[in-house]
């Protein structure tokens, strides 16, 4: 869903919003940022969600989704005790910021339409927990990241990607009814897996992909094996 039309209240549900799809021993912080650079995708005021995941802090903003700029996970600490780092990455005139708490009443808001705007990563996470907590064999869970490039730009998408005793399926926020067989051979390819479940007018256009494992760490010590770490995975043209 697009939020760069969203008004700032709208935006701050958004980011409560997002924050419920996590678990809730997952470290967060949902945030205001002053930004001294503004543009036609952000104003002097931004709403984001900064959580833990995969050993290294993400950054969810309603306008673009969600990204990591953390260099390693070695410096979780230090980027969850200070922010700042990450966020000049993500744009340069994020200058500063303050955690806020959640406002019942935006929430609500959002919550009629019941849609988060770019929220398909976080949304992954919470249908993988929903599977495993309702009594799914999940043998092993990936987040699959990739990247369609249209014109001179690279759109993302984020899908679950998950095995069980019946074989590999894939699910997709923008499709949550429907859950894809993926080929037993294309299990450690990331990008022959995206050009699968990518839309129809955009299988052609997927130039990158990467396959993030699921840690049972990650959903909240609920155990879900994960599947060996691979390599970002690019198009040769």
Same mark, same amino acid.
């Given at each position: ?8 209240? !709208? ?16 470290w ?7 930004n ?38 070695? !410096? ?26 959640a ?8 919550q009629?339409?019941?849609?988060v ?42 899908v ?49 992909? !990467? ?27």
């Amino acid at each position: 869903m697009q939020a760069r039309g969203l008004s700032d209240r !709208q935006n701050a549900a958004a980011v409560f919003q997002a924050q419920r799809l996590l678990d809730e021993s997952t470290w967060s912080q949902t945030i205001q940022i002053r930004n001294k650079r503004t543009n036609s995708t952000y104003g002097s005021k931004v709403w984001a969600l900064a959580f833990e995941f995969g050993g290294r802090v993400w950054i969810y903003l309603p306008q673009l989704g969600t990204q990591s700029p953390a260099v390693s996970s070695t !410096q979780l600490d230090s980027d969850k005790a200070d922010l700042s780092g990450l966020l000049a990455k993500v744009h340069p005139g994020f200058t500063s910021y303050k955690e806020v708490t959640a406002d019942e009443k935006v929430v609500a808001q959002i919550q009629k339409d019941n849609d988060v705007p770019n929220a398909c990563l976080m949304e992954s996470l919470a249908t993988l927990r929903k599977m495993v907590r309702s009594g799914v064999d999940v043998e092993s869970a990936d987040l699959l990241m990739f990247y369609a490039k249209v014109g001179s730009s690279f759109l993302g998408h984020t899908v679950l990607v998950y095995e069980t005793e019946n074989g590999l399926f894939a699910w997709d926020p923008e499709r949550p009814q429907i859950e894809q067989p993926i080929n037993a051979g294309f299990q450690s390819d990331a990008l022959s897996i995206a050009r699968v479940v990518a839309e129809t007018g955009v299988r052609s256009k997927v130039a990158k992909a !990467q396959l993030l494992n699921i840690e049972a760490s990650d959903m909240g010590g609920t155990r879900v094996a994960g599947l060996a770490a691979r390599n970002f995975a690019t198009a040769a043209n």
